[in-house]
Nanobody, 132 residues
Framework: QLQLVESGGGLVQPGGSLRLSCAAT????????IGWFRQVPGKEREGVAC????????YYSESVKGRFTISRDNAENRMYLQMNSLKHEDTDLYYC?????????????????????????WGQGTQVTVSS
């Protein structure tokens, strides 16, 4: 059964905004590093925005820095990705993910996940298309 469920994807014009939401079920996000990843078919999954499991420290890839903002609401057990000034190249399938006890930077860097012995979860993906 799905543990992370995304919503909020869709079609938007260049320069527009979207807000992705990810709801966690059956576990608490509060102890997890959280992140948003995107993947074009045939390419590796890229971490674009992540948040530390213990504080509000965040990490953003250079491609989205200044335009995207990750946040969490532990009371609602949700994470969010606010995407502004969207570009054609932001078109992708976006996944939310959670890694137990992780830092923001490690959450966004998939090769680091093997250093953690805790649980991890992935959403099913939501499509974001930026087109005029």
């Amino acid at each position: 059964q799905l543990q992370l469920v995304e919503s909020g994807g869709g079609l938007v014009q260049p320069g527009g905004s979207l807000r992705l939401s990810c709801a966690a079920t059956r576990f608490s996000l509060a102890d997890y590093g959280i992140g948003w990843f995107r993947q074009v078919p045939g390419k590796e999954r890229e971490g674009v925005a992540c948040m530390d499991s213990k504080d509000d420290d965040t990490y953003y890839s250079e491609s989205v820095k200044g335009r995207f903002t990750i946040s969490r609401d532990n009371a609602e057990n949700r994470m969010y990705l606010q995407m502004n000034s969207l570009k054609h190249e932001d078109t992708d399938l976006y996944y939310c993910a959670a890694l137990e006890g992780a830092t923001s930077q490690d959450t966004c860097y998939l090769p680091s996940w093997g250093d953690y012995s805790g649980r991890d979860y992935w959403g099913q993906g939501t499509q974001v298309t930026v087109s005029s």
